[in-house]
């Protein structure tokens, strides 16, 4: 029984080994895909670097395969971005850094749609507020006056004027 035991623990340890070495292969492959999304690829394609669909494109290939050398080496993401933009500038990015001018570019639209809204809510209120005048003054008459005190003159101007 107890040389059963050991050979039913040898192989659990030896399928926990091989099951942890194919996730690492896998989380591996996953972080070059993860990582290569976040730049574009410099055949001036306009597409991401894991998305190049390029018939022979030796530009993509060259990438990815510089990028899949540095994850195999356990280069952390910033050194792996720093080596891309040392070698291909800024342009490699496919979405600006939020950071220095490029922040402007993530907080523009927030800050147009913001002052958009104040904007439509001002211009509506104002509207409300011109017609709320508007109906009060027509209440009132076009010359300012009361419809009451309107009448009032009339029948005062038709007493003085009976002769």
């Given at each position: 029984?107890?040389?059963?035991?050991r050979?039913?623990?040898?192989?659990?340890?030896?399928?926990?080994?091989?099951?942890?070495?194919?996730?690492?292969?896998?989380?591996?492959?996953d972080?070059?895909?993860?990582?290569?999304?976040?730049?574009?690829?410099m055949?001036?394609c306009?597409?991401?670097?894991?998305?190049?669909?390029?018939v022979?494109?030796?530009?993509?290939?060259?990438?990815?395969?510089?990028?899949?050398?540095?994850?195999?080496?356990?280069?952390?993401?910033?050194?792996?971005?720093?080596a891309?933009?040392?070698?291909?500038?800024?342009?490699?990015?496919?979405?600006?850094?939020?950071?220095?001018?490029?922040l402007?570019?993530?907080?523009?639209?927030?800050?147009?749609?913001?002052?958009?809204?104040?904007?439509?809510?001002?211009?509506?209120s104002?509207?409300?507020?011109?017609?709320?005048?508007?109906t009060?003054?027509?209440?009132?008459?076009?010359?300012?006056i009361?419809?009451?005190?309107?009448?009032r003159?009339?029948?005062?101007?038709?007493?003085?004027?009976?002769?």
């Amino acid at each position: 029984m107890t040389r059963m035991r050991r050979r039913k623990t040898l192989l659990f340890c030896i399928a926990g080994v091989c099951t942890l070495a194919l996730s690492v292969s896998v989380t591996a492959e996953d972080r070059a895909k993860q990582i290569g999304g976040k730049f574009m690829c410099m055949c001036n394609c306009n597409q991401v670097l894991t998305q190049c669909n390029h018939v022979g494109c030796t530009t993509s290939t060259a990438m990815l395969k510089e990028l899949d050398q540095a994850v195999a080496r356990g280069d952390s993401e910033d050194v792996i971005t720093q080596a891309f933009v040392q070698e291909f500038g800024t342009k490699v990015y496919a979405e600006p850094p939020k950071s220095g001018l490029s922040l402007v570019a993530w907080v523009l639209p927030s800050v147009y749609l913001v002052g958009g809204t104040l904007l439509v809510v001002f211009l509506i209120s104002r509207w409300r507020s011109r017609i709320h005048l508007e109906t009060a003054a027509a209440s009132v008459g076009p010359s300012g006056i009361s419809a009451e005190e309107l009448e009032r003159a009339r029948r005062r101007v038709a007493r003085e004027t009976e002769d």
